[in-house]
């Protein structure tokens, strides 16, 4: 389904995501 679709694209940004915030955060 689309619904489940979604999720593991979300799931799959979080994950490349979370890693990179504190150097983002730092960054700024």
Known sequence: TKTHFTTAILNT??????????????MM
Do not use: D, N, Q, R
């Open 13 to 26: 940004m979080a994950l490349l995501i979370f890693p990179l915030s504190p150097t983002l955060l730092l």
